[in-house]
C-alpha cells in the first residue's frame, strides 16, 4: 500500500526528463565553464563578480560560488574559467526566471564588452549531491 508520505515522496522530489532522476529537494551544484579572450580574465572575473554573483546572493537557495583557473595558468593568461555554484536545492536553483537571468546577462555583456562563450557541465541540470555526506 502506498502511504502519504511515498505520494509525497514520488510528486515533489523527483522529476525524469526521459533520460535521468533529478532530486528535487537535496542540493545541486551547477558548473560553468566560461572561456573569454586572452588578457580579459582580470577584468571578467571582476564584473562576474559584481554582476553575476552580487545577483546569484539575493536569490532563494543559493549557498555559495567559487571560480576556479587550471593551476597552469596565471589570471594574467587564462582563458577559461569554472564556476562551481551551489544550491540549497533544484527547485530553488530552478526557479529563478529565464527573463531575469536574460536580464543580467545583458547587463553583464553590457560591461564586459562582449558574451564569453559559455557551457553547462554535465548539461543545464547540473549535478546533485548523492552519497553519506550529501546531507547536513
Given at each position: ?34 572561456t573569454v579572450r586572452s ?54 536553483w530552478k526557479n529563478i ?12 555583456v553590457q560591461a564586459f ?24
Open positions: 500500500m502506498i502511504t502519504p508520505f511515498w505520494i509525497w515522496i514520488l510528486a515533489s522530489i523527483v522529476l525524469t526528463h526521459g533520460r535521468d532522476v533529478i532530486v528535487k529537494h537535496e542540493k545541486a551544484i551547477e558548473i560553468l565553464v566560461s588578457n580579459d580574465m582580470e577584468r571578467y572575473l571582476t564584473l562576474d563578480n559584481e554582476i553575476w554573483t552580487s545577483f546569484l546572493k539575493t536569490q532563494d537557495g543559493f549557498i555559495g560560488k567559487r571560480s576556479l583557473l587550471s593551476t597552469h595558468e596565471s589570471v594574467k593568461n587564462a582563458t577559461q574559467v569554472y564556476h562551481i555554484i551551489e544550491w540549497a536545492s533544484y527547485i530553488q526566471s529565464k527573463e531575469t537571468l536574460i536580464i543580467i546577462d545583458k547587463q553583464f564588452g562582449y558574451a564569453p562563450e559559455t557551457k553547462s557541465l554535465p548539461d543545464d541540470d547540473g549535478f546533485q549531491i548523492v552519497g553519506p555526506n550529501s546531507t547536513q
